[in-house]
């Protein structure tokens, strides 16, 4: 059976490495007849949490604040996986991601918990200069078993100063595979 797929694309590059992996990952998943929604976060109008505890999940947008989430709310009350992609920014997620993670807040308050558990799953892709992924995985894997999400796994690729760095380098190949996995 087809997956409906989320991407939320954190990295501040439309083109760059993050994006190689992404569009592997997407390859892979649309070649297994899934389908895959990406946002471009840093494109979009997203601000902060405000952490008022005014957000209803029952709302077709559950947050108070009225920007761009109000598009990514939809899609991910009704994906079955959701991406974290990102480039690794002094070892997390970098800022837009961590923004747009924070604000998915919103879909657990209110009338019913909207996003932890309901069978979802994630990866993670991630492209760095560096190679220093040890905290943001352990991030990660933390925040799986905190909202009840299947791990799915990660592709991690160190190594990527400049665009275009990641071509060649089999993490673009593990992305794929990754994607074309889901069914």
């Known amino acids: 059976m087809a997956k409906k797929i989320v991407i939320l694309n954190g990295s501040p590059r439309r083109n760059g490495n993050t994006a190689a992996l992404v569009q592997a990952f997407t390859e892979g998943a649309e070649s297994a007849g899934n389908t895959a929604t990406e946002f471009f976060l840093s494109s979009m109008d997203i601000h902060g949490c405000k952490g008022c505890f005014g957000g209803q999940s029952g709302r077709e947008c559950p947050c108070v604040q009225r920007d761009d989430m109000a598009r ?82 990660h592709v991690l690729s160190g190594g990527n100063m400049n665009v275009g760095d990641i071509q060649g380098k089999p993490e673009i190949q593990q992305a794929y595979d990754l994607g074309r996995s889901i069914h």
């Open 72 to 153: 990514i709310y939809p899609e991910v009350k009704t994906c079955d996986v959701i991406v974290l992609a990102t480039p690794l920014y002094y070892w997390n997620m970098s800022g837009q991601l961590r923004t747009a993670i924070g604000r998915l807040f919103a879909l657990e308050e209110g009338d019913e918990n909207l996003l932890r558990g309901h069978g979802r799953a994630s990866v993670l892709l991630m492209a760095a200069e560096g190679h220093g992924f040890e905290d943001v995985a352990a991030y990660y894997d933390h925040l799986m078993e905190r909202l009840r999400w299947k791990n799915l796994g």
